[in-house]
């Protein structure tokens, strides 16, 4: 389920931010979510009480029956103190005006709603004039990419809230198609049908267009949609400064609100423990590990389905055809060997697989009680905390989350909670790095918590700075961790890649059971190979 829980308004005081208000106080009273009113005034005004009095009256005239649950003056620049305030209120959308820039700017910045999406993570809105409640028409810009799945996901949870008779356009930007003569908006409407309530009246377009934002708006100008949805992955950097961002000129040109979804957004859909492929068979190591998959299968609190294949086979593709959600193999490594290799066997399955494969150790006598999940700041996280909360749904099992900091020039952290992420390195120089980023980061994993909804009370949050090869099995043996929760493959994405050398020294490490997940994004890529296969044989 995509929360809408909470809503966070930000306003500049101009006129202009009173539809930002407006339309806000309409979403929280319509969708029952809290509704919090920020306004972020320059540091250089911190003594001035001006903001504070402008900030009041703005929400007195623009709503006279209140509605708000907090309204603050933030003293920061305007997007990190957005973003700071968003992560305080835990809040689920951004509602925020339109800036007007100079095309040089916009490439040259970000926007202010694209920094959100990249940093909080959410999605935001951004509010061109008062919208008429009911919010029925929306269009959806998709591309054939995997954040179109994100897009579907979002609006199938959100729309039932909003009431009316909803009208959903799904616009193809790009005009190609899969190989099957099906376009992205067929695939995605398909999708739609399959999630959507009933009454939701779902179409597709084609707009053909050399530029997808002019097509785009195009369209929106000569139809009646309220709402323009796209995903952006909001380019940083020199990708930016050469090719601009077609987010940034949405919003300028647009004629009607457009609401800008995180392009990894679609990372947040279920998953799935229906099926599981055992590669373990019923003699192996005196049949104790076979025994321990039957018995916690049996205890499931929903039923899984076990698979038998064949380990001497290939697993993966065994796993494959039978439409696995997860790979069980068993390696019998004993305990305190710390020294030699990982099975290669078990490093080949681990780096050709494209669903989760958990890796049976040392096993408890009962259930896995307690699951250590190794985290960082890629785009993997939610895999990770999403099966620890499917994990802790099916078993009951406690959570302890740990995030082993990395002040390299690559890694990423934050300086102040909520805060925009900068370079490690970039820390040294300037931070008391246990008072800033330490707690930062600290409430930075709690913020993944929240969002992935694995309940607060069955969870632990641990920072630490030791380098991760040491801090994750250390601390895995340290609390008597039964599963240790690490990505398989050394970098996210569709193509293959070696295992992660962080999971290797997990595996080598100790005795507990590993369960490596794995980029969704992987299954999806091949599943689309084997429909062109299946396309072209016909």
Same mark, same amino acid.
């Given at each position: ?175 190609? $198609? ?26 597709v377009i084609d707009v053909n267009s050399a530029d997808p934002v002019s097509g785009l708006t195009e369209w929106a100008r ?40 995180? $392009?990894?957004?679609?990372?947040? $859909? ?41 380990? $001497? ?85 406690k959570v302890t989350v740990l995030h082993a900091i990395d002040l390299s020039l690559r890694s990423k952290v934050r300086r ?123």
């Amino acid at each position: 389920m995509t929360q809408l829980n909470s809503i966070l308004a930000a306003t500049d005081l101009s006129v202009g931010c009173d539809a930002v208000l407006h339309s806000a106080a309409q979403l929280a009273e319509n969708t029952g979510a809290e509704l919090h009113i920020v306004h972020v005034a320059s540091e250089w005004d911190r003594h001035a009480v001006e903001p504070s009095e402008a900030l009041d009256a703005q929400v007195r005239r623009v709503l006279p029956y209140g509605g708000a649950q907090s309204v603050e003056v933030r003293h920061d620049r305007a997007f990190h103190g957005i973003l700071v305030h968003a992560a305080h209120v835990h809040a689920d959308l951004v509602v925020i005006g339109n800036t007007r820039m100079s095309s040089i700017a916009a490439r040259l910045q970000a926007t202010t709603a694209e920094r959100i999406v990249r940093s909080a993570e959410v999605p935001c809105l951004v509010v061109r004039s008062p919208f008429i409640w009911p919010v029925e028409q929306f269009g959806v810009a998709v591309d054939g990419t995997v954040a179109d799945q994100g897009l579907v996901h979002l609006l199938s949870d959100w729309i039932p809230r909003f009431g009316g008779a909803p009208q959903v356009t799904f616009v193809n930007v790009h005009g190609h $198609s899969e190989g099957d003569g099906l376009t992205p908006v067929d695939v995605s409407a398909r999708r739609a049908e399959q999630v959507f309530p009933s009454e939701v009246d779902v179409s597709v377009i084609d707009v053909n267009s050399a530029d997808p934002v002019s097509g785009l708006t195009e369209w929106a100008r000569g139809s009646t949609v309220q709402w323009l949805v796209v995903a952006t992955a909001a380019r940083q950097g020199i990708d930016r400064l050469w090719n601009g961002s077609r987010a940034a000129r949405l919003i300028q040109e647009a004629p009607c609100s457009v609401l800008l979804v995180p $392009s990894t957004y679609w990372r947040r $859909s279920p998953i799935h423990l229906d099926r599981i492929a055992v590669a373990v068979s019923a003699e192996e190591q005196g049949g104790a590990p076979r025994r321990w998959i039957d018995d916690r299968i049996a205890r499931a609190q929903t039923p899984i389905q076990a698979v038998a294949i064949d380990a $001497s086979e290939s697993v993966v593709d065994a796993a494959w055809d039978a439409r696995a959600d997860l790979i069980v193999v068993s390696d019998d490594r004993l305990p305190g060997d710390t020294r030699s290799p990982v099975n290669p066997e078990l490093v080949q399955v681990l780096e050709q697989t494209y669903v989760p494969v958990l890796v049976l150790r040392d096993l408890p006598e009962g259930p896995i009680e307690r699951i250590l999940v190794a985290v960082d700041t890629g785009e993997l996280w939610y895999e990770k905390f999403g099966w620890a909360r499917r994990l802790h749904e099916r078993f009951g099992t406690k959570v302890t989350v740990l995030h082993a900091i990395d002040l390299s020039l690559r890694s990423k952290v934050r300086r102040t909670p909520g805060g925009e992420f900068v370079t490690g390195l970039s820390t040294w120089m300037n931070d008391d790095i246990e008072r800033t980023v330490l707690p930062a980061m600290r409430a930075w994993l709690w913020e993944r918590v929240r969002l992935a909804g694995l309940p607060e009370d069955a969870v632990d949050v641990e920072v630490t700075m030791t380098d991760p090869w040491y801090a994750i099995p250390t601390f895995a043996e340290s609390i008597g961790a039964d599963l240790v929760v690490a990505a398989a493959h050394s970098r996210p994405g569709p193509d293959p890649a070696p295992l992660s050398p962080i999971t290797r020294a997990v595996l080598m490490g100790g005795t507990y059971s590993v369960l490596a997940v794995v980029d969704r994004e992987r299954a999806v890529a091949r599943s689309l190979r084997d429909q062109k296969k299946r396309t072209a044989k016909v």
